[in-house]
Structure formats: structure tokens, C-alpha cells
């Protein structure tokens, strides 16, 4: 199994930064890439940002420039960099991870974004 833990939402106004982090343990030799997806209320869960173990990397066309993903396969942690907030930003983030080995995609308990105008 692996467990997901992600961190560093908060209440920012626009044009703030957060970074988000989510760390992973137990069988971390598991996964590869890591991402993270966003709900808003109402809306349906959407991708935001992946990467590999290489380091390699994925945007969602509307957080391209102002997001930065990034990793630390020592610490097996994965942030995100959020700068230039906009209030279309505020959601729920939560960190991803498929497995290697089946099936099973192993979700963080998700950190709640705010972005005030």
C-alpha cells in the first residue's frame, strides 16, 4: 500500500502564492508519476499537473506559467508551486499517484485552496 499525504493549501488573495506538498510512504517503489487534480464546488474533479520519476512534466493549459510541479525522490515528495493565484484557482487539491503493480490509483486526503479577489 501506499499512503498519500498532501499539505500547504490555506487562504490567499489574488496574485499570492501557495506550494503544496504531498509526501508518500509505505510501498513507494509502487508509483511512479505523481499528480494533482483540483475540485471545485460543483465541478467535477479535473487534472492539474503531473510528474514522472524522471522528472518529467504536464500542465492543464490554465495554470501553465504560473505552476510549477517539481519532486524529491530522496524525501518521496512531490510540491506545487502555485504563483500568480486567480480566484478560479479555489479548490480542493489532491495528490495522485497510479500504481505500477495494478490497477489501484492511491489519492491524498486533499488541502483546501482559497483564492480571495
Known amino acids: 500500500q501506499v499512503q498519500l499525504v498532501d499539505s500547504g493549501g490555506g487562504l490567499v488573495q489574488a496574485g499570492g502564492s501557495l506550494r503544496l506538498a504531498c509526501v508518500a510512504s509505505?510501498?513507494?517503489?509502487?508509483?511512479?508519476?505523481v499528480g494533482w487534480y483540483r475540485q471545485a464546488p460543483g465541478k467535477q474533479r479535473e487534472f492539474v499537473a503531473l510528474i514522472t520519476r524522471g522528472g518529467r512534466s504536464k500542465y492543464v493549459d490554465s495554470v501553465k506559467g504560473r505552476f510549477t510541479i517539481s519532486r524529491d525522490n530522496v524525501k518521496n515528495t512531490v510540491y506545487l508551486q502555485m504563483n500568480s493565484l486567480k480566484p478560479e484557482d479555489t479548490a480542493v487539491y489532491y495528490c495522485?499517484?497510479?500504481?505500477?503493480?495494478?490497477?489501484?490509483?492511491?489519492w491524498g486526503q486533499g488541502t483546501q485552496v482559497t483564492v480571495s479577489s
Open positions: 495522485n499517484a497510479p500504481s505500477l503493480t495494478s490497477s489501484q490509483v492511491y
Open positions: 509505505g510501498s513507494v517503489f509502487r508509483i511512479d508519476a
